[in-house]
């Protein structure tokens, strides 16, 4: 098993000029390593859809690519995201963290806990591009080859939970982050 910051950490050193998108309990821990114009912290989120949100942006700037740093409870809220990203190809990696509990509502394990396989529901939606990491040394042996090539890709870790989380509030008010994120994609204001 790997903690949230060694997983980020990774993600980090292979982002290269991505966007990445962070909902939920990976906002402060992405916030701590990145302070890029191309970092959008979708919080307050509508729970299950930064996939969608990921999506628009690599449909809109094929040529940047998005990571979308995604929680299992979120995943879970919005399991036709997968079937979306399989049939709108776009440059979109989406990282499925999997600690097995609605971290920021109280650390309750949610309903597919030890049951869920979140690879083979990508493949079932007919992503053809699936990776599972469930510890830090093979995330970080496989991470550049899963975050490399074209997408969609769904690249599910498995990651300790943690208890006493709160929900999380953006390093920036979301004028100034949709502001920024404009800016960096050269998009009309």
């Not at 970092?39 to 040529?63: C, K, N, Q, T, V």
């Not at 709108?88 to 806990?113: F, K, R």
Request: proline share 7%; hydrophobic share 45%.
């Amino acid at each position: 098993m790997m903690t949230q910051q060694q997983a980020l950490e990774i993600v980090k050193r292979h982002r290269n000029n991505r966007v990445v998108v962070t909902t939920m309990s990976a906002v402060p821990t992405w916030a701590a390593l990145s302070d890029s114009p191309l970092d959008f912290h979708f919080i307050p989120s509508a729970m299950g859809h930064a996939p969608d949100l990921g999506l628009g942006i690599a449909l809109a700037r094929p040529e940047r690519g998005v990571i979308v740093l995604n929680g299992d409870g979120c995943m879970l809220m919005n399991l036709g995201s997968l079937i979306t990203l399989a049939n709108h190809p776009a440059n979109i990696h989406l990282l499925i963290l999997d600690n097995g509990l609605y971290e920021v509502t109280g650390g309750q394990p949610h309903a597919g806990v030890g049951h869920a396989d979140f690879a083979e529901l990508a493949r079932g939606a007919g992503i053809r591009r699936v990776y599972s990491f469930d510890n830090h040394d093979s995330w970080q042996a496989g991470a550049a080859e899963a975050l490399a090539g074209p997408g969609p890709a769904v690249i599910w870790l498995k990651i300790e939970g943690r208890l006493g989380q709160q929900t999380p509030k953006p390093p920036r008010p979301m004028s100034e982050q949709i502001a920024r994120l404009q800016a960096a994609l050269e998009l009309p204001g």
